[in-house]
């Protein structure tokens, strides 16, 4: 029941994605392009998203459980670290460049142009990097004292 749902979840939120043009990555690099053929109809995309997930999450949480997990999964976390702050910086650089966001990219791959098959091997890309660094600054915290010094 629970992949049921999350496909058919993925599924409209990928139908939204396209109807809502960002899937287009004229569209974005338009929207991102303030002093020349600026675009601001995302910014009422993104206005609407925020709304509703806003109601939603209100809606949600007072239910107390989820209806098929055990409990909420939400971030505790409030700090910024410099993972956090240098992800960003890279996704909003990735964005700016490609117009592909990730959630406009997965629908865009159904095209079966090469542009969304170039951004995505780059996302790939950085995700493995992003896990080789992870694991690097791990094996570093557990044997502190096997730097050469």
Do not use: H
Not at 78 to 106: E, H, M, Y
Not at 127 to 140: K, P
């Amino acid at each position: 029941m629970r992949s049921l749902s999350a496909f058919l979840i993925g599924l409209l939120f990928g139908l939204g994605i396209l109807l809502a043009g960002m899937a287009n990555p004229a569209k974005v690099l338009n929207f991102f392009d303030i002093a020349g053929t600026w675009d601001p109809s995302l910014a009422f995309v993104m206005g609407g998203a925020l709304m509703v997930t806003a109601i939603g999450y209100r809606l949600v949480f007072r239910t107390g459980q989820p209806l098929l997990a055990p409990r909420f999964l939400v971030p505790t976390r409030k700090d910024l670290d410099l993972r956090l702050i240098g992800g960003a910086a890279v996704f909003g650089i990735g964005w700016g460049l490609s117009g592909f966001c990730p959630g406009g990219l997965v629908p865009a791959l159904g095209t079966g142009e090469t542009a969304p098959l170039i951004a995505f091997a780059a996302v790939v890309a950085g995700m493995l990097a992003a896990r080789l660094i992870g694991m690097l600054q791990a094996r570093q915290k557990l044997a502190p004292d096997a730097r050469p010094s």
